[in-house]
């Protein structure tokens, strides 16, 4: 139900017409013939009340596009952190991989460096063979 629905409501104004502007809900036996709400009401009141209708009208028509754009900003808001969550699993990913590569390679390289030194000792133990 709108603000001017809800208002119309609360006034319970309806002439029994059913071309009705303020009646909430056209039931039962109506008339024909047009709405009588504003028998009796001088022009002036009828200009102002009028233009509260319009006003409350715009109203109700900038806070839906409000809404929809908060709508809009909460799910550009959860896309957003939901690209930045994808991101830092890949960059943890990488991270992980970059670690289990240099972690590779650090053990390639002791192994290396022992055979090395296994293959020095080798030759200095010949050398020392040699002149002893």
Partial sequence: MTLLEEIKA????????????????????R??????CFD???NKKRIYIRRLEVTIEK????LKIAEDKNIQLGYDVEMTIDRLE???KSIEAELK????????????????????QNQLEKLLNKIRNKKG
């Avoid at 006034?11 to 036996?29: E, H, P, Q, R, W």
């Avoid at 109203?59 to 900038?62: M, N, P, V």
């Fill in 10 to 29: 609360d006034f319970n104004i309806d002439c029994g017409d059913n071309s009705c502007l303020y009646a909430v809900k056209k039931t039962g036996m």
């Fill in 31 to 36: 008339t024909n013939g047009g709405c009588r």
């Fill in 40 to 42: 009796g009401i001088d």
């Fill in 59 to 62: 109203l109700e028509a900038g």
């Fill in 86 to 88: 994808a991101e830092r």
């Fill in 97 to 116: 991989k970059a670690k289990d590569e240099n972690n590779q390679l650090c053990y390639d390289a002791e192994l290396a460096n022992a055979m090395i």
